[in-house]
């Protein structure tokens, strides 16, 4: 095959590739996610402020792109709590996913509010959830239940008050009702601490979950980036580690460990997903970016679980890893695509970055490869929304609990603070947006278009996309200190509360407005260079 005749093909798969919902890793048959999730954590003495911080950005465009608030509840005795499986749908305007009823467990008697994103990410008392899939072996999934991801967080967020608690209920429920997902990780923080839940079905047509939970450090950050991350545990030490009690009973069944080795949890039960660049890549470049005297290798089969931050982490540094694309690093994603033809000239691949710079380069040797075994940067283009979230203990749950949303790629959007216990939000964030179509009524659309479009010049856009948000953000963090002392002089906590949602409103639909102003600019002024 001739050199030019190889660009073609390769940036024929590459597209092929991206648009496909799902993959399969050559080397082992199985599935593989090309979508995922990245989630960053922070324990108290590692941040600049003392909160404790969990978040994520939900890297998938079938998910939902609507946000809204689930007051709590009371419910009586005979009340039940529905369950769903969901599965990919392609019946309306765009993909999603529709939610297929499949049974009920007990509903209790009470329920706490919260946020209801796609993955419902924090409740009224500060309990807050990131996540991310790492798929573990095809082998375990189960059908035979009621309770995937989704549906856990919002169980955890209704009627827990801490991680222990969410991750103890966890263990209660897919004991009785059976765990139907794949491999996940909820990074589950409150105001005291944060943990990593890692938890995998125990097979087909069984009924149940294995599980294994790691606490961060408190000085100390971590991330979860699409692989198993959790290794050696110590039960002796509860204060940092729990698993459920067939732990070791199903790897010894299944023959995958053996009493003679050393059990680690991320090669018993999902062994592949550290084969994975895509993850591997990520795990290093958050590291790297907040403790860089450790001076890790990029190519480097495992990292520590957490590492203590060279300075305490503020909520730019936050932003600043959830943009990143690996700018500065022999991984940038805004070189050229280059190739080389069979005469060894360098050709510029017509997909050349800096105009898509979430994507893989260099495609013909690439660093690592491509796809899941591949290159992808922690800002993605098709992410449908970021959470940075904090809970404080030294302030009443109302105030101390604030989720800093985004919408769409990180890199060409603004994080607005929302409040753990605001009544309402802006009617464009609870706008299903892709469902339907194209509209201007959704926020989430506002920032689609806005990151798609600076995507196509993202060398020169970006400094127009920096030019509104970075000083909106810088705004927004300096004031937040300020705005508090105001509400914790308000007086009652309904009083609060009011203060609270009214700025929730006011900064949400001001970021959406710029959105749509933003990008109309970038077609004026760039219309003739597209």
Not at 143 to 149: A, V, W
Not at 385 to 403: K, S
Request: neutral net charge; contains cysteine; proline residues 5%.
């Amino acid at each position: 095959m001739s050199g030019m005749r190889k660009i073609f093909v390769l940036i024929f798969l590459s597209i092929a590739i991206a648009s496909n919902g799902q993959q399969i890793d050559p080397q082992t048959g199985n599935r593989i996610y090309p979508d995922g999730c990245t989630s960053v954590t922070v324990g108290k003495k590692a941040s600049s402020d003392g909160s404790v911080m969990t978040s994520h950005t939900d890297d998938s465009h079938r998910t939902r792109s609507w946000v809204n608030i689930v007051p709590a509840k009371s419910h009586d005795t005979k009340a039940t709590c529905p369950m769903f499986r969901r599965e990919k749908c392609d019946s309306f305007a765009m993909p999603t996913y529709s939610h297929i009823p499949i049974g009920v467990i007990p509903e209790i008697s009470k329920t706490y509010g919260f946020i209801n994103t796609a993955y419902p990410c924090m409740n009224e008392k500060q309990l807050a959830i990131g996540e991310s899939t790492f798929g573990g072996r095809p082998e375990l999934v189960s059908s035979n239940g009621l309770i995937d991801c989704q549906r856990l967080c919002r169980l955890m967020l209704e009627r827990c008050t801490t991680a222990r608690q969410a991750i103890m209920m966890a263990d209660s429920l897919t004991k009785l009702y059976g765990w139907i997902d794949e491999g996940e990780c909820l990074t589950i923080a409150d105001k005291k601490e944060v943990w990593h839940f890692e938890i995998v079905g125990m097979g087909k047509d069984k009924k149940g979950a294995v599980w294994a939970a790691q606490r961060v450090p408190d000085d100390e950050i971590s991330v979860n980036a699409n692989a198993s991350t959790i290794k050696e545990i110590d039960l002796k030490n509860p204060d940092y580690f729990m698993a459920s009690s067939n732990i070791y009973d199903i790897a010894k069944e299944n023959g995958w460990w053996k009493d003679s080795e050393v059990f680690r949890f991320c090669y018993v039960y999902a062994p592949h997903s550290r084969t994975s660049f895509a993850a591997r890549r990520r795990e290093w470049r958050v590291f790297d970016l907040v403790a860089p005297s450790l001076k890790l290798d990029p190519n480097a089969e495992n990292y520590p679980f957490s590492v203590k931050p060279d300075k305490p982490v503020t909520l730019e540094k936050m932003v600043e890893i959830f943009q990143d694309y690996y700018e500065g690093t022999p991984f940038d994603m805004t070189k050229n695509l280059t190739v080389a033809d069979d005469s060894g000239k360098v050709i510029i691949s017509p997909l050349a970055n800096p105009f898509m710079p979430y994507d893989e380069n260099k495609l013909m040797k690439i660093n690592g490869g491509w796809g899941w075994l591949g290159e992808r940067t922690i800002a993605r283009w098709y992410t449908m929304y970021g959470t940075i979230i904090q809970c404080r203990d030294w302030l009443p749950d109302e105030i101390g609990g604030v989720v800093w949303l985004a919408f769409d790629n990180i890199a060409a959007s603004v994080y607005v603070p929302v409040y753990c216990s605001v009544s309402d939000l802006p009617s464009s964030y609870k706008t299903p947006g892709r469902v339907n179509g194209y509209t201007t009524e959704s926020a989430w659309w506002a920032f689609n278009r806005l990151a798609s479009l600076s995507a196509q010049r993202w060398g020169d856009m970006k400094n127009d996309v920096r030019a509104v948000w970075m000083p909106m953000q810088k705004q927004l963090f300096a004031e937040q200190a300020e705005f508090e002392k105001k509400v914790l002089l308000s007086g009652k906590p309904a009083d609060r509360i009011k203060l609270l949602t009214d700025f929730t409103m006011k900064w949400g639909n001001e970021a959406v407005a710029k959105a749509w102003k933003l990008g109309d600019f970038l077609w004026t002024k760039y219309d003739e260079k597209f």
